[in-house]
């Protein structure tokens, strides 16, 4: 059974650029939540994707946007890139049960703004 | 609003005991514990969803006292492999779904 797949792995980009990072869930899990974790830091909830509608968004300017598809994968977009936006992008998928959940993360994309 | 984590740091060696705290203001749904190894994504150990209750995972256990907002993971009888950063991750009843996370504590355990 495969987990959460990330693409792509590590990816340069330049300040003002647009970039698009994408998500496969594990199977089984309808949910799929994105954060960014910067060096030495916790992961920071950007936004979460449950039958293709942004359910919940955390403290993230409309430059984060998402997109969920019928299978459940995700893909994040970022417009006009700041070098602040360096970080690890992780996306995690989410099982629920009738009293249990759990939340998996992928391998993350590793996002370098020059 | 981000769970305070503590300590935020802690050194064990092979054998020994450690407590890592998580602290939150808001009324909460449910606590994640995560491990995460340098260079590699979060790995999900254990949710406590009612107050009171243990889960254990290995040696690794965790406590929610829901009154008082606040969770523990427990690392007895600490093993190498549980070095790494563990992170606390808090849904609140009013943004379910909408996960915060600590700062997170850095965990070395020495032969």
């Known amino acids: 059974d495969a987990g959460v797949t990330q693409s792509p792995t590590h990816l340069i980009k330049t300040r003002g650029q647009q970039v698009t990072l994408r998500c496969s869930p594990k199977?089984?899990?309808?949910?799929v939540s994105w954060y960014q974790q910067a060096l030495g830091q916790g992961p920071q909830f950007i936004f979460q994707?449950?039958?293709?509608?942004?359910?919940q968004r955390g403290n993230f300017p409309d430059r984060f946007s998402g997109h969920q598809f019928p299978n459940y994968s995700s893909e994040l977009n970022v417009n006009a890139l700041l070098l602040g936006d360096s970080a690890l992008y992780l996306c995690a998928s989410t099982w629920r049960g009738l009293a249990y959940y759990e939340q998996y993360f992928g391998p993350g994309t590793r996002l370098t703004v020059t | 609003q981000q769970p305070v984590q503590s300590p935020q740091a802690v050194i064990l060696r092979e054998g020994e005991d450690a407590v890592i705290n998580c602290s939150s203001s808001?009324?909460?749904?449910?606590v994640h514990w995560y491990r995460q190894k340098h260079g590699e994504a979060p790995v999900f150990l254990m949710i406590?969803?009612?107050?009171?209750e243990q889960k254990g995972h290995d040696k690794i256990s965790a406590s929610f006292n829901e009154k008082k907002q606040q969770s523990s993971l427990y690392l007895t009888a600490s093993q190498l492999s549980y070095s790494g950063t563990y992170f606390c991750?808090?849904?609140?009843?009013?943004?379910?779904?909408?996960?915060?996370f600590g700062a997170g504590t850095q965990v070395v355990v020495t032969p």
């Open positions: 406590l969803l009612k107050g009171g």
């Open positions: 199977s089984g899990h309808d949910t």
């Open positions: 994707y449950y039958e293709e509608e942004e359910r």
């Open positions: 991750g808090t849904e609140s009843r009013d943004s379910w779904g909408k996960f915060q």
């Open positions: 808001k009324a909460l749904y449910s």
